[in-house]
């Protein structure tokens, strides 16, 4: 079982930056694989990065590449998305998602626990 709170959303202007935090519980947060999702209104929710268990390897969507990377602090039980050069496109809630084992995956489908989501809003 993993908890997740993510924080550090807000409201930003066009080309500025955030760093979303995920912080998880328990000795199982270091057995996963953790995944960034975001979902804006109208639309489904979709897939933004994803990082291994021990954060060796890294994946990003493409509309993100370059512009988002993702960490994690297995130390501090968190995990980070550092979003620079930020888009009106970017606005949307963003989830922080777990998947208990080695291998990272881009659907949904394959996450088990989940953040209550933070908003990230980007003006024109």
């Known amino acids: 079982q993993v908890q997740l709170v993510e924080s550090g959303g807000g409201l930003v202007q066009a080309g500025g930056s955030l760093r979303l935090s995920c912080a998880g519980s328990?000795?199982?947060?270091?057995?996963?694989?953790m995944g960034w999702f975001r979902q804006a209104p109208g639309k489904e929710r979709e897939f933004v990065a994803a990082?291994?268990?021990?954060?060796?390897?890294?994946y990003y969507a493409d509309s993100v590449k370059g512009r988002f990377t993702v960490s994690r602090d297995n130390a501090k039980n968190t995990v980070y998305l550092q979003m620079n050069s930020l888009k009106p496109e970017d606005t949307a809630v963003y989830y922080c998602?777990?998947?208990?084992?080695?291998?990272?995956?881009?659907?949904?489908?394959?996450?088990?626990?989940w953040g209550q989501g933070t908003q990230v809003t980007v003006s024109s």
């Open positions: 998602a777990a998947r208990p084992g080695y291998y990272t995956s881009t659907n949904l489908a394959n996450y088990d626990y």
């Open positions: 328990g000795r199982t947060f270091d057995s996963c694989a």
């Open positions: 990082i291994s268990l021990s954060g060796t390897r890294t």
